[in-house]
């Protein structure tokens, strides 16, 4: 539960009922529909940013159609922004930069996008 809406749903506790906040307070009903009340208000509705990630190497038409996907989902009530990312992943294994293979990897070469533990030419044994 996010701090604001905590805080909002205490302050309808406190107003509405008369109750004073307590941990005791939060296994009642009262705590609930105060709760719900937060809800309404819109009090817990921070915009959510979302980030898809494709392989670098994914073909144009799945490009397009997940381009789409997060166009329609920026449109939607409570998603500040969706953004689609391309990221460098090994044809063989599927290794990033941010996940590299077991006892590690790299890149031996700018351009194509296999790594070193799938590259033989590196003595790469898959």
Same mark, same amino acid.
């Given at each position: 539960?996010?701090? +604001?809406?905590?805080?909002?749903? @205490? +302050?309808?506790?406190?107003?509405?009922?008369?109750? +004073?906040?307590? *941990?005791? @307070?939060?296994?009642? $009903? +009262?705590?609930?529909?105060?709760?719900?009340?937060?809800? *309404?208000?819109?009090?817990?509705?921070?915009?959510?940013?979302?980030?898809? &990630?494709?392989?670098?190497?994914?073909?144009?038409?799945?490009?397009?159609? @997940?381009?789409?996907?997060?166009? *329609?989902?920026?449109? $939607?009530?409570?998603?500040?922004?969706? &953004? @689609?990312?391309?990221? $460098?992943?090994?044809?063989?294994?599927?290794?990033?930069?941010? &996940?590299?293979?077991?006892? #590690?990897?790299?890149?031996?070469?700018?351009?194509?996008?296999?790594?070193?533990?799938?590259?033989?030419?590196? #003595? #790469?044994? $898959?």
């Amino acid at each position: 539960m996010s701090p +604001e809406r905590h805080q909002r749903a @205490v +302050e309808i506790l406190e107003t509405k009922t008369g109750l +004073e906040y307590s *941990d005791d @307070v939060e296994h009642t $009903r +009262e705590w609930a529909d105060a709760l719900a009340a937060a809800d *309404d208000e819109g009090v817990d509705a921070a915009p959510l940013i979302v980030n898809i &990630e494709l392989p670098g190497f994914a073909p144009q038409g799945i490009r397009d159609l @997940v381009t789409g996907l997060a166009d *329609d989902l920026a449109s $939607r009530d409570g998603i500040a922004a969706a &953004e @689609v990312f391309l990221i $460098r992943t090994c044809r063989v294994c599927g290794c990033t930069d941010m &996940e590299a293979c077991l006892g #590690g990897c790299w890149w031996p070469s700018p351009t194509d996008d296999i790594c070193s533990a799938c590259t033989p030419a590196s #003595g #790469g044994v $898959r």
